[in-house]
């Protein structure tokens, strides 16, 4: 994986759609979907088009909050999508691309 290659990326059955300033995920195949508020959209956003470290840090400034405390917040919200099936890791699919 390049280094501006995301690190994460929607799962190929989920589909994404905005609706008013939220959005909702949702996994055609297992019929799990998620609600995400108006900063989960933007983690979401940021880390399915950014590194990891990189959106973080573009996370921080917009938000104004603690890294340490943005790091923790991202990664329970991270575990929640992984564990849904509604995110992979974008070097998964890469390595994986017919299995992800």
């Given at each position: 994986m390049n280094d501006?290659?995301?690190s994460?990326?929607?799962a190929p059955s989920v589909l994404s759609r905005e609706?008013?300033?939220?959005t909702v995920l949702?996994?055609?195949d297992t019929e799990q979907y998620?609600?995400?508020d108006s900063a989960g959209s933007c983690i979401v956003d940021r880390i399915t088009r950014q590194p990891f470290e990189q959106a973080l840090q573009a996370l921080a400034?917009?938000?104004e909050v603690d890294e340490a405390i943005l790091r923790r917040?991202?990664?329970a919200l991270?575990?929640?999508l992984l564990e849904a099936g509604l995110l992979h890791a974008a070097a998964v699919v890469a390595q994986h691309p017919g299995e992800a």
């Open positions: 501006s290659a995301a994460f990326v929607m609706v008013d300033n939220e949702l996994n055609l998620y609600g995400l400034a917009e938000y917040d991202v990664n991270l575990e929640k």
